[in-house]
């Protein structure tokens, strides 16, 4: 179903409408240094320390971290870890266990760095920037690890993506599990027209794309009353989750009233409207006609879609290894979208950095930590011995 599948209209609308936008922001796509003595900067600084290792909390710049370093290390590996979308602020405390990932990497020997950021929501322009400036501090601190190693969930997966190709002098590989390998512009923009369709069937329910006030939250009333006139129309319901890639009326609620918190979390960040659905045809419904002819067209600003581009486009330009895992099922961020990556690699000839495997699971990032570590260790053997992994089912 070309729609759901692909990015094909979206791509040719950002290349021949804004492609002259999109050249000019490629050179503004490196990442800022960030100054290394930031050590007077650190406040509300805590420490534990275990038979394990030692771990720190903190804010650094006013931006919350936290450091876990294991007993001994010396110039050993380090992973940077980036975490996933959130409306809120990312809390750490000395106490909390970490993560599968991150605490098999510490298992390994690896010091852990997170970091939180300085906006919530969609991060990508911050993040890169701000983290760099904690891996500055750690290594002021503990010293130069002899191997960097970037990973992250969800928009971490993102982030993880802008981090390797763009700093591949400072990190060796990347994990990225269940995140958007694809550009800013074009995911958005199918979630875009996704929600114009879904205002199509489903009238008056959800804010109009162009009028997202800034206090709109998903609350489980919002769910509630989605979910009822989903239900109540089977006909429009079979058309949407084949237009939105869901199953069912509950998948198809949440994705609609998450994906309007995001679009006006863009909106907001990018300072206006950036997305255009005027010159997209929809199709994979029982009536197109219907559906294209009845659907609201929504005109983009130029200047708001180039923020989106900047933040962020990826290039393929891959110089070190760079596996994603995803599951089967997603019905946030679908595993057909890794396609579009894919193929970029291969059009600038580093495919074989590239590997992209997936889990049979279903749901967004919902991975056993029996998998999470499977994925570390394929990376490491990649990295360490030269054993690139296999692409498709992990093993």
């Known amino acids: ?85 959130s409306a809120e602020e990312i809390k750490y405390s000395v106490s909390e266990k970490l993560g599968p990932l991150q605490a098999e990497a510490f298992r390994r020997g690896f010091a852990v760095l997170q970091s939180q950021f300085s906006v919530t929501g969609w991060a990508l322009e911050h993040a890169v920037v701000e983290t760099e400036a904690l891996r500055k501090y750690f290594t002021a601190k503990f010293g130069e690890a002899n191997e ?14 802008k981090t390797i190709e763009q700093s591949p002098k400072i990190y060796s590989a990347a994990l990225a599990m269940c995140g958007p390998l694809v550009p800013t512009y074009d995911f958005m923009q199918m979630r875009v027209a996704q929600l114009a369709a879904f205002e199509y069937y489903f ?30 129309n089977p006909k429009a319901e079979a058309a949407m989750t084949a237009l ?24 907001q960040k990018a300072g206006g409207q950036p997305f255009d659905n005027r010159n997209l045809v929809y199709v994979g419904t029982e009536d197109d006609a219907a559906l294209n002819r009845g659907v609201e067209r929504y005109a983009g600003d130029p200047m708001a879609a180039q923020y989106l581009m900047q933040f962020f486009t990826p290039t393929g330009n891959l110089l ?58 394929e990376l490491l053997s990649w990295l360490h011995d030269g054993k690139r992994p296999a692409s498709g089912l992990m093993p």
């Open 1 to 85: 179903m070309q729609f759901a599948r692909s990015f094909g209209w979206t791509t040719f609308l950002c290349v021949v409408l804004l492609g002259g936008v999109r050249d000019r922001v490629a050179v503004a796509q490196a990442p800022t240094q960030a100054p290394i003595n930031s050590a007077a900067q650190i406040t509300e600084q805590q420490l534990q320390v275990t038979d394990a290792g030692t771990t720190e909390i903190g804010r650094l710049r006013g931006v919350s971290y936290r450091i876990d370093v294991p007993k001994g290390w010396k110039n050993a590996g380090l992973l940077v870890y980036y975490h996933g979308y």
């Open 148 to 161: 960097n190693i970037v990973s992250g969930h969800s928009m971490g997966g993102a982030l993880t993506l």
């Open 203 to 232: 009238p008056g329910i959800l804010p109009k794309v162009s009028a997202i006030p800034k206090d709109y939250r998903q609350t489980p009333e919002l769910l509630a009353k989605l979910r009822a006139a989903i239900e109540a």
């Open 244 to 267: 939105s890639q869901v199953r069912g009326a509950d998948d198809l609620a949440r994705k609609a009233a998450y994906a309007a918190y995001v679009v006006r979390d863009f909106q």
């Open 320 to 377: 070190r290894p760079l596996m994603e895992v995803h599951t089967l099922y997603d019905r946030l961020i679908p595993a057909s979208t890794d396609e579009w990556y894919s193929n970029q690699v291969m059009r600038r000839g580093h495919e074989d950095n590239f590997v992209l495997q997936y889990v049979e699971e279903n749901g967004h990032c919902n991975f056993t930590p029996k998998e999470e570590v499977t994925a570390f260790d």
